[in-house]
């Protein structure tokens, strides 16, 4: 196709730049936005973005900070399955953004990253700023944790890079890629019958199939087995593959145990879901490991982590089918591939696809055994604990007075009870951060609202945070307002960096030391935040600070107005520094004693 064929400028000019069929390239991949903190080593793509395009498909989405356009990105995918372009303007940019990415890279989300650097040709340089925002291999800084990079040195080797590259980032395992481009190829004159390629004949690679070996191999273990259990973790958000993972664990009577890590991926009140999900895995949850005589795991995150702590550090006893693509993204740089899992039948494979062809493979008699009863579960205890709501308060007020409203929860935080949890659909629960990156919450949040906004979804974005999560990523709130993105944030505020205060608290048990000590450097209380301010300071709608079920229940009931009206608003929530007993007893677990 030709580029004044396809593609008609805002301002209609005979001259061509670099930028404008890079620009252009971006439309026919589809992207739809384009988040960007400004900078001028993108600035040929910039204008041709805006003059060239007219800003539409994609359009620019202006963030504060590089961390936020890359987070944003995160959660829009996170909701869409779609890639979203972001720009990143040359080395100050990059390293800005390179929290975010690591994230997006432990997630196995898929992002197109544009970066920036040079002129290369140092003759072409301004003096001092274009010299300290050079370097010589900028995808060096996250090579570690991308799927490809390139730096394309011509207008043709660039279309062909962000082709490859959004080819490399939709191939499952999916992730982010990075191409840099060159500030004098955007900015020099190109033939206007410059060509992009036929992207008809450069799709992304289709599902990956197991093996028949490997599904009759793991239909036959399964057939024979009394106790099977299945991990469900990395899967799709597709209906029909929700319905098929319901439809397998059925035909097999088998337990399934889900993770906080990957969003809605069973439905949790579903009785063969008999433990809520979490972060790790529970010691109730763990009797199911020890017990189950074969395991399914569908991509579950750190699977030999997961069996090892159930097993008291022993191999499980039970037959595993490990299938997951994600050894082929593994390197040398990041340890995200977690411990080697025992596998006695292992498929490199789409889990879903996995799904499928074992419905098919499998005989479709009833269950063998009856579904096991949903046990008991649940905390009790006081609502208020020295003047803040107790974590389990929050979290039980939350899930009750939004209940009616079809929320769909964007986040959650690391303390929060996972029989709170209620999930009946992909998008009843959009998932974590992937790589434990504070500071991408609200970014992530807005990204996944502005998904549901543009998919007409009634859907209700809800987006529970940490203060420390909330405190370094608030000013993503300014892009949802400015943008008109209606999204609700509670923020879980215990006034301390909590997490910490568990791992600190361990250690003085250990060496014998006063645990009184734990919160020393950790708390934020003198002074403590007004969240509610920082909101207003955004132009969002600030509600709080609460410390009664009372008045948490009337701050939620007036955001949702203010959110089904079009408003951003954010609830300061004080809440006592304590997670669930479930998740503090299983974080200390985690933490290992001195020797």
Known sequence: MTMAADNAPAQSNARLFG????????????????????????????????NYLGNTKPELLLCIHEEHAVSLAHGWTRVTGKSMAVALHSNVGLMHATMAIFNAWCDRVPILMLGAVGPMDAVHRRPWVDWI???????????????????????????????????????????????????TTQEQPVDPAIE???????????????????????????????????????????????????????????CVLTDLKTGATFPTAHALHPYPPGLYVTPEAG????????????????????????CAGQLPGAKVIHCSLDQFVHNGWSMDYQALPPADVSALASPDRMVELLLEALPGDPPRRPAPR????????????????????????????????????????????????????PLDYVGFDGGGGIGSGPGMAVGAA???RDAGSDRLPVAVLGDGDYLMGLTALWTAVHYRIPVLILVANNVSFFNDELH?????????????????????????????????????EGFGPVRSVA?????????????????VCVIDVNVAPEYSRAMSSTLLRQIPSAT
Not at 197 to 207: E, H, I, M, T
Not at 293 to 298: P, V, W
Not at 391 to 411: C, E, G, S
């Open 374 to 425: 949903r046990p008991a579960v649940g905390e009790s205890g006081p609502e208020v604990i020295e003047g803040r709501l107790s974590v389990q308060a929050m979290a039980r007020t939350t899930t009750d007075a939004l209940a009616d409203h079809n929320p769909a929860y964007i986040r959650l935080p690391l303390g929060w009870p996972g029989d709170c949890c209620r999930f009946a659909d």
């Open 19 to 50: 930028s404008d069929p890079m620009a252009a390239m971006l439309r026919a991949l589809g992207m739809e936005y384009i988040a960007l903190t400004p900078g001028a080593s993108f600035r040929g793509l910039h204008d041709s973005l805006v």
């Open 551 to 567: 008045e948490l229940k009337s701050a939620i009931a007036e955001s949702v107005r203010k959110v089904r009206a079009g408003a």
């Open 196 to 254: 992009l390629p036929p992207l008809d004949r450069f799709r992304p690679a289709g599902p990956v199939d197991p093996s028949r070996a490997a599904v009759a191999a793991a239909a036959a273990i399964l057939a024979k087995a009394e106790r099977p259990l299945i991990l469900m973790g990395r899967v799709s958000r597709r209906r029909a593959d929700w319905d098929r993972r319901v439809a397998l664990a059925e035909r097999l009577g088998a």
């Open 450 to 452: 502005l998904a549901l």
């Open 287 to 310: 009797v199911l490991i020890r017990e189950a005589d074969a395991i399914l795991a569908l991509d579950w995150i750190d699977l030999a982590g997961t069996v090892r702590q159930a």
């Open 504 to 540: 600190q608290e361990r250690i003085a048990r250990v060496r014998g030391r006063p645990i009184e000590n734990r919160s020393v450097g950790l708390r934020m209380s003198d002074p403590p935040n007004d969240l509610a301010m920082l909101a207003r300071g955004q132009g969002a």
């Open 133 to 183: 925002h050079t370097a010589s291999d900028l995808g060096a800084l996250v090579r570690g944790y991308t799927k490809w990079d390139n730096q394309p040195a011509s207008v043709p080797a660039a279309l062909e890079a962000m082709l490859r590259a959004h080819q490399i980032a939709n191939t499952e395992p999916r992730g982010p890629v990075y191409v840099c481009l060159d500030a």
